[in-house]
């Protein structure tokens, strides 16, 4: 069985986890779409977010079919604060019941030094990775006060960690998730809003296939000579973190494959 915890989690294993709501941004590919099936396997009811409007909804309609819970798809990018705000502060009211916010939406553009780096691909990845993130944070946070609780779950990386050769505004931008998620952590305190960062390193997804913009040669090279995480990996985690006990929260996770210490060191079989 490809994946044991999804298998156990569609027969019952966590059903008690029934008309809990989970809204999880780019939900069409990587690690967002392995964590809204990792969600409605378990029961959960979930907003998936996403881009490419086909590809949403064909997603919604297999975890529906597949999983027997309910499914909203909501079509926007995270980068445009006016439509992004619109549409997540009108949710309908049996959905403003929000339990977990994953704030997945992001990308890597280039792999290029400072000086020949493209400046639009600086703009897009601090538009997606930074400002879509605080533009839905800004929308969702208000139902989690209202509820009296909440979990907000941001995906970070190593790249957030450490700065490594050509990484320049992409490790910029998750360093400013990383902190981000501390500030919201301690400023959403009162409100009983629990604010966890997961920081992956390298995981075999389309991450690279766009970050090397369509280049599939280089993108496979990323992964070649060990193996990395994949996009269950991280489901499987973030869903351990949502579902502790209301008193504990995990607010910092760094999680690599074995392969790699962090964002410099790989041991890569020759």
Request: glycine content about 8%; proline content about 3%.
């Amino acid at each position: 069985m490809a994946n044991l915890s999804i298998y156990l989690a569609s027969c019952g294993k966590y059903r008690y986890m029934a008309n809990k709501i989970l809204l999880v941004t780019g939900a069409t590919s990587g690690f967002g779409k392995a964590i809204a099936e990792k969600f409605a396997a378990a029961g959960w009811n979930c907003i998936i977010t996403g881009r490419r409007k086909e590809k949403l909804e064909e997603w919604c309609n297999y975890l529906q079919q597949t999983y027997g819970t309910k499914i909203l798809p909501l079509h926007f990018d995270v980068q445009n604060r006016a439509e992004t705000t619109a549409i997540l502060q009108q949710l309908p009211a049996d959905w403003q019941q929000i339990d977990v916010l994953v704030n997945n939406a992001g990308l890597a553009l280039g792999r290029d030094s400072f000086d020949a780096a493209s400046l639009d691909d600086w703009d897009t990845m601090i538009d997606t990775n930074l400002k879509g993130l605080l533009y839905v944070s800004k929308a969702i946070i208000p139902y989690m006060v209202q509820n009296g609780k909440g979990h907000i779950i941001n995906i970070g990386s190593t790249a957030g960690k450490e700065v490594y050769p050509n990484g320049n505004v992409y490790c910029a931008s998750k360093h400013a998730v990383d902190a981000i998620s501390k500030a919201q952590r301690i400023d959403l305190l009162p409100h009983r809003i629990k604010v966890t960062v997961i920081h992956p390193g390298a995981a075999e997804t389309e991450f690279s296939d766009v970050r090397f913009k369509g280049d599939g040669s280089k993108a496979k090279a990323v992964y070649e000579g060990y193996e990395p995480l994949h996009a269950s990996d991280i489901a499987d985690i973030t869903f351990y973190c949502a579902t502790l006990p209301e008193h504990v929260c995990i607010n910092d996770l760094v999680v690599t494959c074995t392969a790699q210490a962090n964002s410099f060191f790989t041991h890569k079989n020759a």
